[in-house]
């Protein structure tokens, strides 16, 4: 009897010494590209990580959502028609879907969809992650249809299209500002007069407040933050920075800028009293927080030798330093507090050091003391990034690039993390990696 209650309590200690955690939205559970859960390898094995299963989707640069034990992912059906490396507006009639899996064989649960017709720049497919909130699953379509699904059965609960309901006009990259589900409310980027972001109820899709006013909505998400003990929303459009109050929408400061074609797309970043947001040609910031965090300072602006800025992904800062792929191509470090330029090298992006490749992509999550990136070759890379410089430990070829940009193959598509498994993405198939540390 006692050593059967031993063996019960060095099991119940066990199961406690590893902690899991959901990835619903974007970012993860607090959208701060955190993965929290331990338990996982520091090394991959020689012939890389297993995959568990494979389920064939079709266009997007959407990254799932992962929660419930269930996988949610969009995409977009057009009949082969979507064409690769195209950056001029193209027409293309097909559907948007949101695909439900089982988060364990990754079987299809059900399939929601819709009719769409794509009118914008690299129409491969949806670019918002899910956003996942308890009973009810939401998706922002690349051409403003925001639905409400229910996450047993995917039927809609109630619907938007921001380009009939608010006259939004469709961004030259589709709509790209992930969902943020903040108390009762759904916060989306929408445009259109007075309405560039918009709070509805996430339960009715009753309005509940719209705010600010600007020519190009820009593609970064909304972004909430906690300062001095409250909390603001950060958005960016393609004209200024912004805070508003979340639960009425007032302004309670901006700050001019405007990146070059309105590609505002990373999320700004707060790190103690500093926020910092960069984009195309040159532009971003530091932004300085008052006391109370009512008005908003600018430390320093970026130059052309100075500074990272970032296009499809959102830079880490951890103990005064930015670390991200600048849009040239090279993973930089930057000094936060001057926007000093510390180190860079092509290696997270392409695997070697070459040449600056446009609109160089890839992911950076924290997990643990080491940092897990996925690049736009399909790798997933443990990499140590510290001041000094970059260290990989481990590298391994997990999917295929299966779209273009500027003459290469890539895919640009974040990952998730949960579960002690990493869920990636491409153009024909979502897969299912697993990272657990069996030891």
Same mark, same amino acid.
């Given at each position: 009897?006692?050593?059967?209650?031993? *063996?019960?309590? +060095?099991?119940?200690?066990?199961?406690?010494?590893?902690?899991?955690?959901?990835?619903?939205?974007?970012?993860?559970?607090?959208?701060?590209?955190?993965?929290?859960?331990?338990?996982?390898?520091?090394?991959?094995?020689?012939?890389?990580? #297993?995959?568990?299963?494979?389920?064939?989707?079709?266009?997007?640069?959407?990254?799932?959502?992962?929660?419930?034990?269930?996988?949610?992912?969009?995409?977009?059906?057009?009949?082969?028609? +979507?064409?690769?490396?195209?950056?001029?507006?193209?027409?293309?009639?097909?559907?948007?879907?949101?695909?439900?899996?089982?988060?364990?064989?990754?079987?299809?649960?059900?399939?929601?969809?819709?009719?769409?017709?794509?009118?914008?720049?690299?129409?491969?497919?949806?670019?918002?992650?899910?956003?996942?909130?308890?009973?009810? *699953?939401?998706?922002?379509?690349?051409?403003?249809?925001?639905?409400?699904?229910?996450?047993?059965?995917?039927? *809609?609960?109630?619907?938007?299209?921001?380009? #009939?309901?608010?006259?939004?006009?469709?961004?030259?990259?589709?709509?790209?500002?992930?969902?943020?589900?903040?108390?009762? #409310?759904?916060?989306?980027? +929408?445009?259109?007069?007075?309405?560039?972001?918009?709070?509805?109820?996430?339960?009715?899709?009753?309005?509940?407040?719209?705010?600010?006013?600007?020519?190009?909505?820009?593609?970064?998400?909304?972004?909430?933050?906690?300062?001095?003990?409250?909390?603001?929303?950060?958005? @960016?459009?393609?004209?200024?920075?912004?805070?508003?109050?979340?639960?009425?929408?007032?302004?309670?400061?901006?700050?001019?800028?405007?990146?070059?074609?309105?590609? &505002?797309?990373?999320?700004?970043?707060?790190?103690?009293?500093?926020?910092?947001?960069?984009?195309?040609?040159?532009?971003?910031?530091?932004?300085?927080?008052?006391?109370?965090?009512?008005?908003?300072?600018? *430390? @320093?602006?970026?130059?052309?030798?100075?500074?990272?800025?970032?296009?499809?992904?959102?830079?880490?800062?951890?103990?005064?330093?930015?670390?991200?792929?600048?849009?040239?191509?090279?993973?930089?470090?930057?000094?936060?507090?001057?926007? %000093?330029?510390?180190?860079?090298?092509?290696?997270?992006?392409?695997?070697?050091?070459?040449? %600056? #490749?446009?609109?160089?992509?890839?992911?950076? +999550?924290?997990?643990?003391?080491?940092?897990?990136?996925?690049?736009?070759?399909?790798?997933?890379?443990? &990499?140590?990034?510290?001041?000094?410089?970059?260290?990989?430990?481990?590298? &391994?070829?997990?999917?295929?690039?299966?779209?273009?940009?500027?003459?290469?193959?890539?895919?640009?598509?974040?990952?998730?993390?949960?579960?002690?498994?990493?869920?990636?993405?491409?153009?024909?198939?979502?897969?299912?990696?697993?990272?657990?540390?069996?030891?």
């Amino acid at each position: 009897m006692v050593r059967r209650l031993a *063996v019960g309590l +060095v099991c119940l200690f066990s199961s406690f010494s590893v902690y899991s955690d959901d990835w619903p939205q974007w970012m993860g559970s607090k959208r701060d590209g955190i993965w929290r859960e331990t338990g996982i390898i520091d090394r991959f094995p020689e012939k890389g990580p #297993k995959i568990i299963w494979h389920t064939p989707i079709e266009g997007g640069y959407a990254g799932p959502a992962v929660t419930q034990g269930k996988v949610f992912v969009p995409d977009f059906s057009a009949n082969g028609a +979507v064409k690769k490396d195209n950056f001029a507006r193209a027409k293309f009639k097909g559907k948007e879907r949101l695909h439900c899996l089982e988060e364990n064989t990754g079987k299809i649960l059900w399939t929601a969809e819709y009719p769409c017709e794509y009118t914008v720049s690299y129409p491969s497919g949806p670019r918002c992650t899910p956003t996942v909130s308890g009973d009810k *699953v939401y998706l922002l379509g690349t051409q403003g249809d925001l639905h409400c699904f229910e996450v047993k059965t995917g039927n *809609v609960v109630w619907a938007k299209n921001f380009v #009939k309901d608010y006259g939004a006009k469709v961004p030259l990259w589709g709509f790209s500002g992930h969902p943020l589900v903040y108390g009762n #409310k759904v916060i989306c980027i +929408v445009g259109g007069k007075d309405s560039l972001a918009v709070a509805f109820d996430k339960d009715t899709g009753k309005e509940l407040w719209k705010s600010l006013d600007a020519e190009e909505q820009g593609y970064s998400p909304p972004t909430l933050i906690e300062f001095a003990g409250k909390k603001q929303l950060i958005i @960016w459009h393609g004209s200024s920075i912004n805070s508003l109050n979340p639960d009425s929408g007032t302004l309670i400061w901006t700050v001019p800028l405007a990146p070059k074609y309105a590609m &505002a797309i990373m999320a700004p970043r707060l790190s103690g009293k500093y926020i910092f947001a960069a984009g195309n040609e040159d532009v971003g910031a530091l932004l300085e927080l008052n006391e109370a965090g009512t008005s908003a300072k600018v *430390v @320093w602006t970026s130059k052309r030798s100075t500074s990272l800025h970032p296009i499809n992904m959102t830079p880490f800062i951890e103990d005064g330093y930015i670390y991200g792929v600048d849009r040239p191509g090279p993973f930089r470090c930057v000094e936060l507090k001057t926007g %000093n330029r510390v180190w860079e090298s092509t290696v997270p992006v392409t695997g070697k050091e070459e040449d %600056n #490749k446009g609109s160089g992509t890839t992911f950076v +999550v924290k997990q643990g003391k080491q940092f897990f990136l996925f690049s736009e070759t399909g790798h997933l890379i443990i &990499a140590n990034l510290t001041p000094k410089g970059y260290k990989e430990i481990s590298r &391994a070829k997990v999917i295929e690039p299966s779209n273009a940009a500027f003459g290469r193959d890539v895919v640009w598509s974040h990952p998730a993390f949960a579960n002690r498994r990493i869920y990636i993405r491409n153009d024909k198939e979502i897969i299912c990696v697993d990272v657990a540390n069996e030891q």
